[in-house]
């Protein structure tokens, strides 16, 4: 075989059809689209028209929702944490970020960050710097002489969802904590 021999294998490549090329093309004059009517237009939009029946995207029933603000982590266990170590991925002298976790292969893409969850032991003093962690996973660290960094503060010490980046009851510049204030008398 010569570079000027080299070619597609017979049916890799198919021509595209050209239509409205003349009647002996068989598919000339209204290029396949039969006669009149509104499919023979463009800007057909009969999209899950059902001809009056009622559409299948209102037969089925419909049930929950897509959350927009949920967080997806990337999670990890204390007790992969030591395979990797005694596997020789992981340096415990160094901090174990994301990327050193990646380089490890214990994560593959991160997500909304990492998260450490409990589950399996750990032998090896780490120090790890995580979105999120749960109490045991934490603890089991901890015990082994590590320390784990959390990026994200825990819910008790954020402001309620419904709060954040504004002002609850704001209306005509009041709030609610302004509007109780000036609702009790203020004592001499």
């Known amino acids: 075989m010569?570079?000027?021999e080299i070619r597609?294998?017979?049916g890799a490549r198919?021509?595209?059809?050209?239509?409205?090329?003349?009647?002996?093309s068989g598919r000339g004059k209204t290029s396949g689209r039969g006669v009149k009517g509104q499919k023979a237009r463009t800007g057909v939009s009969i999209n899950g028209f059902e001809g009056g029946q009622m559409p299948i995207h209102r037969r089925v029933p419909k049930r929950g929702f897509n959350n927009p603000t949920i967080q997806h982590y990337?999670?990890?266990t204390p007790g992969r944490l030591q395979q990797a170590v005694d596997a020789g991925r992981l340096d415990a002298g160094k901090t174990v970020d994301f990327a050193a976790l990646t380089a490890a292969g214990l994560i593959k893409n991160m997500h909304d960050g990492v998260r450490l969850i409990g589950g399996g032991e750990i032998?090896?003093?780490l120090t790890l710097t995580v979105t999120g962690a749960t109490k045991t996973a934490k603890a089991a660290v901890e015990a082994a002489g590590g320390k784990v960094t959390v990026l994200i503060p825990p819910k008790a010490e954020r402001p309620p969802r419904h709060t954040r980046g504004r002002?609850?009851?704001?209306?005509?510049?009041?709030?609610?904590?302004?509007?109780?204030q000036a609702a009790t008398p203020a004592q001499a």
């Open 2 to 4: 010569k570079l000027n």
């Open 8 to 10: 597609d294998n017979d």
């Open 14 to 24: 198919k021509s595209r059809r050209r239509i409205g090329r003349g009647i002996g």
């Open 74 to 76: 990337a999670e990890v």
């Open 123 to 125: 032998k090896a003093k």
């Open 167 to 180: 002002r609850v009851g704001a209306k005509n510049g009041k709030t609610k904590a302004g509007a109780a």
